[in-house]
Nanobody, 130 residues
Framework: QVQLVESGGGLVQPGGSLRLSCAASGFNLDYHAIAWFRQAPGKGREGIFCLSSSDDRTDYADSVKGRFTISRDNAKNTVYLQMNSLNPEDPAVYFC???????????????????????WGQGTQVTVSS
């Protein structure tokens, strides 16, 4: 079964850290670009980062610069989102997304719009509270 599964969300205090994982099954992440998005209550999905198949990173969200990083472990077929210095603006459901098909499946779009990705995980909730 082809799927993306996010994990690692939870409750963290302001200033804390979390590492989210996006595990792929049924296909090889090596050949695909993969992006992280988040969606806060009442808001649309916001692109955070995208990592191409050649590990070129595209940044979508200025609000996370210097705090969040994206990385890939091809041996584990997993992409990570390391989140540091979490603040009250960060709570959301975090999603990973890719395109399983299409000529551009290995590249990141210039602008991180949700409609540009066809295949999504179910999301993992991140809550920041003292």
């Amino acid at each position: 079964q082809v799927q993306l599964v996010e994990s690692g969300g939870g409750l963290v205090q302001p200033g804390g850290s979390l590492r989210l994982s996006c595990a792929a099954s049924g296909f090889n992440l090596d050949y695909h670009a993969i992006a992280w998005f988040r969606q806060a209550p009442g808001k649309g999905r916001e692109g955070i980062f995208c990592l191409s198949s050649s590990d070129d990173r595209t940044d979508y969200a200025d609000s996370v610069k210097g705090r969040f990083t994206i990385s890939r472990d091809n041996a584990k077929n997993t992409v990570y989102l390391q989140m540091n210095s979490l603040n009250p603006e960060d709570p959301a459901v975090y999603f990973c997304a890719t395109n399983l098909a299409g000529p551009d499946r290995n590249r990141c779009p210039q602008h991180g719009q949700a409609y540009q990705f066809d295949d999504w995980g179910q999301g993992t909730q991140v809550t920041v509270s003292s």
